[in-house]
């Protein structure tokens, strides 16, 4: 990226630098999650912002790229900037849908409206705050700004979450099978 200054984001009055912007679609109280196949994992629609490009604009491409949809940003629900092993800030904004249809697309293979209290077991380990924080806005709270860290620890266990998904699923299977078994 080429980008000399990123583009700012004010929350309480305090510009944030940022090269990322995503949104938060929400529909009776769900945020529209699309699983990514790289990295994989579940998160918001977004993406990184084109050098002549604002915030709003690529939140609002980035949707209706990946998710079909056609949207309109009705607010800001927050910045969050990094600690650890990214050094780049997001901004989050809120949408709705006004048009088009969900579809696949190369960045996001499926997607669905989630709870934060029902989220995959592989979504990416930052989104349950963003999700709580945009449902938060939604209903009237002012928009935050948060540093989130991301470290050795979130990546190894968010790493070991696929591996446990297989498992679980077997261990589900298993379970129903011999209780099946035993009513006999």
């Given at each position: 990226?080429?980008?000399?200054?990123?583009?700012?984001?004010?929350?309480e009055?305090?510009?944030?630098p940022v090269?990322g912007?995503?949104?938060?679609?929400?529909r009776?109280?769900r945020?529209?999650?699309?699983?990514?196949?790289?990295?994989?994992?579940w998160?918001?629609?977004?993406?990184?912002?084109?050098?002549?490009e604002s915030?709003?604009?690529?939140?609002?491409?980035?949707?209706?790229?990946?998710?079909?949809?056609?949207?309109r940003?009705?607010?800001l629900?927050?910045?969050?900037?990094?600690?650890g092993?990214?050094?780049?800030?997001?901004?989050?904004?809120?949408?709705?849908?006004?048009?088009?249809?969900?579809?696949?697309?190369?960045?996001?293979w499926?997607?669905?409206?989630?709870s934060?209290?029902?989220?995959?077991?592989?979504t990416?380990?930052?989104?349950r705050?963003r999700?709580?924080?945009?449902?938060?806005?939604?209903?009237?709270?002012?928009?935050?700004?948060?540093?989130q860290p991301?470290?050795?620890?979130?990546?190894?266990a968010?790493?070991?979450a696929?591996?446990?998904?297989?498992?679980?699923?077997?261990r589900?299977?298993?379970?129903?099978?011999?209780?099946a078994?035993?009513?006999?």
């Open positions: 990226m080429s980008r000399v200054h990123a583009p700012t984001v004010e929350v009055g305090i510009p944030w090269l912007a995503q949104v938060a679609i929400i009776n109280g945020v529209l999650l699309q699983f990514r196949p790289w990295p994989p994992g998160e918001l629609p977004g993406g990184h912002c084109e050098d002549t915030p709003e604009a690529t939140a609002t491409r980035e949707a209706e790229e990946e998710t079909g949809y056609h949207i940003i009705t607010g629900a927050g910045v969050y900037t990094w600690a092993l990214r050094t780049v800030g997001d901004v989050l904004y809120l949408a709705e849908i006004t048009g088009g249809s969900p579809r696949r697309s190369i960045e996001a499926s997607q669905r409206f989630v934060p209290e029902y989220l995959p077991r592989t990416f380990p930052w989104l705050v999700i709580i924080d945009a449902l938060a806005v939604h209903d009237g709270a002012p928009p935050v700004h948060r540093v991301v470290t050795l620890y979130q990546v190894a968010f790493a070991t696929w591996l446990r998904t297989p498992l679980d699923r077997w589900r299977r298993k379970h129903h099978g011999a209780g078994g035993r009513m006999r």
